[in-house]
């Protein structure tokens, strides 16, 4: 008896692995979907701007700081919001993020000034978008010790390439309703669809995957953020991404504007118009790149993969530069430049989970996430302030050159050997 009871316990033992295993994809999925639920507010809102200028008679520049706003609070809340989810648990905050998410479109539709629209698109959707974001990125890479950077690389592209699904649906619905009726019904179907999602998320127990990566070592010790804030490894890291996020937001934010200084957007490349075709191919590259990247860090080492992503961007970037008369490579280039850049959104979460610990990962990385929004601060309105007062983009380049290629330098220089010596500790 006592031996069948002893193998019963056995078996229930070797099972537990294989069953949290098995939970874990169906979690990485449900965080797939949340993401996705949450990516058009950014992804679509250029196919938005027309019409809302219309319909509230204001100029552009007034309408963009919704975007501002949305970008910003996204950001910024970060830490607070990871700590309420480590707090009280992932289901309730994305389930609430991502209501807030989808609501912010029902409200906007309501909206009759740009007052009404910075608190409704910009503050709820902002709020409601960074919630689900740091919330997902931070439950993945305590569900995956193992495949840490392939993980928050998957739900990352889930927020870079979700918008793909929605894009061609969301133009066809605002020329066939309009404006309100698109807003009030995709923003719907938005909180539904990432409602549902987020109600099997659960906090992972007893993950025992076969092979954990040599950066996802058991033995880090698990650090609060005003522990983590101390270290100075910390600060490089965050020093590292607001470099990487100014360069690739610089690009995000100004591609309409100096293609067209370029001469580059009338131009016809394989029989489509240059700038749709390079934002199209961008998309894809930008999401792609996240998982993939992510995967590579797994087995060949974060600031390794770091040194090569970061240093193909810069590249990348200079060869933009110097070939910018040439049609066809700026679209070309231009896919290459957004795979070196978007995999920052894998990495640098993964390497921080690596460093300090899984069990304040949330609130760890809302910490780090802040850097996301400085650089859309240095690569949007300053690098335009750059490129107005210089009259040439040659020198908005050039600082996205060095900081990509700096970045690089201080992920295989710096901060691989800082850390080494932080995990021997």
Known sequence: MNTRIQTMHDNAAASAPAAATHNRWLQLGLGLLCMMAISSPQYVWTLLTKPLSAKLGV???????????????????????????????????????????????????????????????????????????????????????????????????????????????????????????????????????????????RVPRDVAPAKVSADATSSVPNLRPSQMIKSPLFWLMFAMMTMMSTSGLMVTSQMATFAADFG??????????????????????????????????????RENTMFVAFALEGVAMALWLLTRDNAVLFVLLSGVVFFGWGEIFSLFPSTLTDTFGTRHATENYGWLYISQGIGSIFGGPLAALLHQHAGSWVPVFSVAIMLDIGTAALALFVLKPMRARHLKK
Request: glycine fraction near 14%.
């Open 59 to 201: 100029p552009l520049p007034e309408l963009q700081v919704t975007f501002s706003l949305l970008i910003i609070l996204q950001t910024f809340f970060s830490p607070f919001q990871g700590k309420l989810i480590d707090r009280f648990g992932p289901r309730i905050l994305i389930s609430l993020g991502t209501v807030m998410s989808g609501l912010s479109w029902v409200l906007a539709s309501m909206a009759t000034s740009t007052t009404m629209l910075y608190l409704t698109y910009g503050l709820v959707g902002g709020l409601g978008t960074g919630i689900v974001y740091v919330g997902v990125v931070g439950l993945m890479v305590r569900w995956f010790p193992d495949r840490r950077g392939f993980a928050a690389g998957a739900v990352a592209a889930g927020y870079g390439m979700g918008a793909i699904v929605t894009t061609f649906p969301i133009s066809a619905s605002l020329a066939a309703h309009g404006i309100d009726a698109t807003l009030w019904i995709y923003g719907i179907a938005f909180a539904i669809v990432g409602f549902v999602a987020s109600q099997g998320l």
């Open 264 to 301: 580059i957007t009338k131009v016809i490349v394989f029989g489509m118009a240059a700038l749709p075709l390079a934002l199209t191919i961008d998309r894809f590259t930008n999401g792609l790149t996240r998982p993939l990247f992510g995967w590579v860090s797994d087995h060949f080492g």
